[in-house]
């Protein structure tokens, strides 16, 4: 079978606030599948031009015909891969470009009528059809994982057992390479897997809050895996297929060239980019070898963690498409064009998909193979050198490679294992045969163990949880006072939601209700007192601890305050208060992009 080449779609954002302030020119245009793009400091130059699957002009706004709205970047690329899924293949989309671009609008979006970008809209198709097919013949199964990747570690963003520490990635000679421990939860509805995104976004910012980062910087992957099953009413015969969706919001790309301008950049090291220089190596290597025509001799997947865990999205068992998101404004013109050229190369790339027929069963079968050759090679090895307590030793970094294994279950030409090694592998192939023979009852409750773990976890951080459950969006009780976080990344603002409850709650790193981190942040660092006012209102009071640095609106505060609705409180975390004086219009929030949020974030970013 030929391959198909991996789509590629470019989209150009409005202008932000900024941008229009500064009365930015838009360098970019587009005419059908072609994006045109000018120098602006040599307008008589000629301009440069590309040619996609899809040039989508999101610039204007909906009165303009040839305006590419969500729906119609979902339409042209999302129903498309979303069919292939159902046709039992792997699929992928990208999102790439400089940060501000347009990456997360367009994977997530927001939750406003017509804003949804093509996560949500995926999703909802999803299970839409799955309710429309499913029958006594056929039935469907969806699971769900939600990663993030960070100076090369992976992080779960959907069990609160996956903060902090790292998932180690691990290759399977029968699996390829893969996250071990990584949660896989089974959803039954678009609620379920709302839900899930929701509090997995929520995760990332804790994260990027608590390492003083931004979620900018970590590629986020979402993997939704399609199982449908068929029964033969004739022959009463089982077939199934799996096919894996890959979503992925990839870091900002203009890291790759300027990382290391500021001290604290620089300590993080190369490892952000790691990833996305990787991913740009990968894919100028397949690229020029399908240029050349020959078979690329060596593909560096196994240089970073991305690349190592995309492998068959990039070059592989997959249909891909890659979103480049571009600004309009002349400013960007350098970053736009790079964009560009990344994104010429990556059309060159082809992926050779094929239908995922019977995986399970086939894995199970070469399993149990597996188990009975490591059984039997421990035997040989006598007295056994790992008891049933053995801690495995980590694998090396996937920079460094593994032995050569096998392809598709020709163990017999590993290399010979030592017992521990293979005492580990029979560890391994165990664990992964005992999830394969999960029940999916047993996978339901696991998910909701997992659901109120992660909400036991939240609630002691004293952040508050959304308690509808149902679309996606923010939750904000309108009630009791309370903090809203603030981030430089407009679709993790406001994800999460501190309480103030009446009396007193204390925020610091030890014994307290909210708990901070971070630089600057003690033990003890401030409280707030709730009192109700001489008519009834509720009064907020700030009081600093000793020695603690406390800002609100930009002021050091050393005496106790009382505080406003829409109060920032930078040192703090980024932190607005919000309270229910205000019962009909909300607080002085800008919604989204520039006015306050911008504002802390640039006296956050001043603190560095
Ligand atoms: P990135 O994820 O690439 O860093 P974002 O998706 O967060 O960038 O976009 C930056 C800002 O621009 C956000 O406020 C977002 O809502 C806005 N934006 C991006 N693309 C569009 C678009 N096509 N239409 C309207 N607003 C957009
Ligand atoms: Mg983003």
Redesign the pocket.
């Known amino acids: 079978m030929s391959g198909a080449s991996v789509t590629v779609a470019v989209?150009?954002?409005?202008f932000?606030t900024r941008e229009t302030q500064q009365q930015s020119k838009c360098v970019v245009q587009m005419c059908g599948n072609t994006t045109c793009i000018t120098n602006p400091k040599l307008p008589n130059d000629s301009t440069k031009s590309f040619t996609f699957d899809h040039s989508?002009w999101?610039?204007t706004s909906e009165s303009d015909p040839h305006f590419?709205s969500?729906l119609r970047v979902y339409e042209s690329i999302g129903a498309e891969l979303l069919l292939q899924a159902f046709h039992g293949y792997n699929v992928c989309v990208l999102?790439y470009?400089?940060?501000?671009?347009?990456?997360?609008?367009?994977?997530?979006?927001?939750a406003e009528p017509g804003?949804r970008g093509l996560i949500p809209q995926l999703c909802e198709d999803l299970f839409a059809r799955v309710a429309k097919e499913g029958s006594s013949e056929v039935s469907f199964s969806v699971e769900v994982s939600y990663m993030e990747i960070y100076c090369e570690r992976v992080r779960d963003l959907l069990t609160p057992r996956g903060r902090g520490g790292g998932l180690r990635v691990r290759e399977h000679p029968l699996l390829g390479p893969y996250v071990q421990d990584l949660s896989r939860l089974a959803v039954t509805s678009l609620g379920d897997i709302a839900e899930l995104l929701d509090s997995g976004n929520k995760a990332r910012t804790v994260a990027a809050t608590a390492m003083n980062a931004s979620s900018?910087r970590s590629h986020a992957v979402l993997s939704i895996v399609l199982s449908q099953r068929r029964r033969d009413p004739l022959s009463q015969l089982c077939s199934e297929k799996v096919s894996r969706i890959s979503l992925v919001?990839l870091a900002?790309s203009e890291r790759a060239d300027h990382a290391g301008t500021s001290g604290l950049r620089l300590k993080e090291g190369a490892n952000i980019n790691k990833s996305l220089t990787t991913l740009g190596k990968v894919i100028s290597a397949l690229a020029e070898a399908q240029n050349k025509r020959k078979k690329p001799d060596f593909i560096p997947y196994r240089d970073s963690v991305l690349t190592w865990l995309l492998k068959e999205n990039l070059g592989g068992n997959s249909r891909t498409a890659m979103i480049a998101?571009l600004s309009p404004a002349d400013i960007n013109y350098e970053e736009t064009l790079s964009t560009l050229r990344y994104a010429d190369r990556t059309r060159h790339i082809r992926c050779h998909a094929v239908v995922n027929e019977d995986p399970n069963a086939r894995l199970i079968r070469e399993l149990r193979r597996e188990v009975a050759r490591l059984r039997e090679l421990l035997r040989a090895h006598a007295p056994p050198l790992a008891g049933p307590d053995h801690e495995p030793p980590n694998d090396p970094p996937p920079a460094e490679p593994p032995p050569p294994t096998a392809v598709n279950g020709a163990t017999e030409l590993l290399p010979p294992l030592s017992a521990a090694e293979a005492m580990e592998r029979l560890q391994e192939s165990e664990r992964i045969m005992a999830e394969l023979n999960e029940t999916w009852e047993q996978k339901l409750q696991r998910t909701e163990a997992l659901r109120m773990e992660r909400e036991a976890l939240l609630s002691e951080m004293g952040v508050a949880l959304r308690e509808d459950g149902g679309t996606m969006g923010v939750f904000t009780p309108k009630k009791t006072p309370h903090l809203v976080n603030l981030n430089e990344?407009?679709?993790m603002s406001e994800c999460l939601l501190y309480h103030i409850k009446d009396g007193v709650t204390r925020v610091g790193r030890v014994d307290v209700d909210i708990k901070l981190s971070g630089p600057h942040i003690e033990d003890q660092h401030c409280l707030f007192r709730s009192q109700p006012g001489p008519i009834g209102e509720v009064v907020v009071t700030l009081e600093p601890c000793e020695g603690a640095e406390v800002y609100v609106n930009g002021q050091r505060v050393t005496e106790p305050l009382e505080l406003q609705s829409g109060c920032r409180t930078p040192r703090t975390g980024r932190r607005q208060l919000r309270s229910r004086e205000s019962p009909s219009p909300p607080p002085p929030v800008a919604p989204?992009?520039a006015g306050s949020p911008s504002g802390c974030t640039r006296s956050h970013s001043a603190e560095r």
């Not at 989209?11 to 409005?14: A, E, K, M, S, T």
């Open positions: 989209r150009v954002r409005p932000n989508f999101s610039h590419a969500q999102a470009g400089q940060t501000g671009a347009g990456k997360s609008y367009t994977m997530m979006g927001t804003q900018s919001d900002g998101a990344d407009p679709l989204g992009g």
